[in-house]
C-alpha cells in the first residue's frame, strides 16, 4: 500500500508541475498573479481530489486509518518538496515560498494541502459507499 500511494504520489507531483507551469503561461498573464494563483490552487486541489478517487482502489487501503496515513505521507512529501527542493533545487527565497501560505493576500495554497490531506479518505469513503450500493 505504502509503495503504490508513493507512486500515486509522484502522479499528484507531475500534476503540479503542469499545473504551475499553465498557471505561469496562461493563467496569470490574464488575470495577474493573485488571481493566477487562487485559479491554479483551486484546479490543483479538484485534479489531486480526481487522482485520488481514480488511484484509491488500486492503492488499497484496509481502512479509514490507513486513508489517513496515507494522506499524511502525501502531505509530509508535498511539504518536503515545495520546501525543500523549492529553497535549495530551484533556489527559490524562503520568503517567497512562504508567502504561498499568506491567506491574508489572497494566497490559498493551503487548499491544495488540505486536498492533499483529506483526498484519499474522501476517495476511500466514495469508494466504499459505492460498492455498498452495489452489493
Request: aromatic share 12%; hydrophobic share 60%; proline share 3%.
Amino acid at each position: 500500500m505504502r509503495i503504490r500511494a508513493l507512486i500515486v504520489w509522484f502522479g499528484l507531483l507531475a500534476l503540479a508541475i503542469v499545473n504551475g507551469g499553465l498557471r505561469e503561461i496562461a493563467i496569470v498573464p490574464r488575470t495577474g498573479d493573485v488571481v493566477g494563483h487562487a485559479i491554479s490552487s483551486v484546479t490543483l486541489s479538484a485534479a489531486i481530489v480526481a487522482l485520488s478517487w481514480f488511484t484509491i482502489a488500486w492503492i488499497g487501503p484496509r481502512s479509514t486509518r490507513d486513508a489517513w496515513m496515507i494522506g499524511v505521507l502525501w502531505l509530509v512529501l508535498t511539504l518536503g518538496f515545495e520546501f525543500l527542493a523549492g529553497h535549495y533545487l530551484f533556489g527559490n527565497p524562503w520568503n517567497q515560498l512562504w508567502a504561498d501560505y499568506d491567506v491574508l493576500h489572497g494566497r490559498i495554497w493551503i487548499l491544495v494541502l488540505l486536498a492533499t490531506f483529506v483526498a484519499p479518505v474522501l476517495a476511500r469513503a466514495h469508494s466504499a459507499s459505492v460498492r455498498r450500493l452495489l452489493e
